[in-house]
């Protein structure tokens, strides 16, 4: 029988119970201790893990014998001063929440973290393992004869509340552009195999969160945008994002065009969010559209029901936390999402926000 592999947890809100429920499904897997300073969510994570035990700092949960590795997903702002708390204490395998910093002014310290810490980090950039997604980017080069333009669109509803409401603020996310869009940053550079050269963006706060205030500042989180990134190998990315269109029958559509032919992820948000009206929420879509005339064939993948129970971004989650654990046992190399690729995304949502304000393109 193999060794039971122990987590850590490092916050418990909304994402870091859907990360308990997701470690439950893995065979051989235990929670033996969580840091979460709210009693509520505490509560309820208790309830999801309930052999854990609740501990009162992080230096609490490094000094717990029989970790083998930590999960962060704690508010933004908090992600690197814990990388480099665990740096100093007890550096064991860690899979961290995007993204991964959300201070220009940081970035020397992720680099010093990058070169030396010891153990492998794994940074959540959980969106590439939707399974429309994958689908798409095992197929694209193929499907397209080599990738010239790739669109992402995100139409969703508003951030969701946070405990303390700390997701209102540029200050603590790093701005929309890269709290939520480090996901399709991160996207772009796998499926076009290129690093950005060249970022242009247009976007702003125009519908949400403006008649909400905390301690009488209005949020100033941008709730809409364009971005266009120029990629290294000539290809070209847009990424569109609207916030507040719920009710969209899907929530992400991905499109990679080449040369002969183009390929699409229509991905749904999750399903708690679909009407019960309108019937069963959709399943999620692959079209390859070759040129010629044959026309398009359309692929149902569907998900599996306990993987979408278990949380909102269609099974994702559970296949991301396969592969760390395949990592934490020995089993493979290296991380499959790297602290490079998680510095790149925040890199580029950076870049699009200040395009965003100065109205001019900024050169990476």
Request: hydrophobic share 45%.
């Amino acid at each position: 029988m193999s060794k039971t592999t122990t987590y850590g947890l490092i916050g418990c809100g909304m994402m870091g119970q859907e990360h308990l429920r997701n470690i439950a499904l893995l065979p051989d897997t235990r929670i033996g201790g969580i840091f979460e300073p709210d009693d509520t969510m505490a509560a309820i994570a208790l309830d999801l893990a309930p052999g854990a035990q609740r501990v009162g700092s992080i230096a609490d949960l490094l000094a717990l014998p029989d970790l083998d590795c930590l999960v962060i997903v704690s508010p933004n702002f908090r992600h690197l001063e814990q990388l480099e708390q665990i740096a100093a204490t007890r550096p064991l395998p860690v899979l961290v929440e995007k993204p991964l910093f959300t201070d220009p002014d940081h970035i020397a310290r992720i680099d010093s973290f990058i070169a030396t810490y010891p153990a492998p980090v794994w940074v959540a950039m959980e969106y590439r393992y939707m399974p429309p997604v994958a689908a798409l980017v095992a197929q694209a080069a193929e499907a397209t004869g080599g990738i010239k333009m790739l669109t992402i669109r995100e139409h969703r509803f508003p951030f969701l509340e946070k405990v303390g409401d700390w997701n209102r603020f540029n200050r603590n996310t790093g701005g929309t552009f890269v709290e939520k869009c480090c996901h399709f940053f991160d996207l772009m550079r796998l499926v076009l195999q290129s690093d950005p050269v060249r970022v242009m963006a247009s976007g702003g706060q125009a519908a949400n969160h403006l008649d909400e205030a905390y301690d009488g500042a209005v949020p100033d989180i941008f709730d809409h945008g364009y971005v266009i990134v120029d990629f290294a190998n000539g290809a070209r990315a847009m990424l569109e994002l609207c916030m507040f269109a719920e009710g969209a029958r899907y929530q992400e559509e991905i499109s990679a065009v080449g040369p002969k032919g183009k390929i699409e992820a229509l991905v749904p948000g999750p399903g708690r969010f679909w009407p019960a009206h309108l019937g069963d929420a959709p399943i999620p879509q692959l079209i390859v559209s070759p040129r010629d005339p044959k026309g398009p064939v359309q692929l149902d993948i569907p998900v599996d029901t306990t993987l979408l129970a278990a949380g909102d971004h269609n099974g994702s989650t559970f296949y991301q936390h396969q592969g760390f654990l395949e990592l934490v046992r020995g089993q493979r190399s290296a991380p499959e999402v790297s602290l490079t690729d998680g510095k790149w995304a925040v890199l580029m949502g950076m870049a699009a926000q200040k395009s965003m304000i100065t109205g001019q393109a900024v050169t990476l």
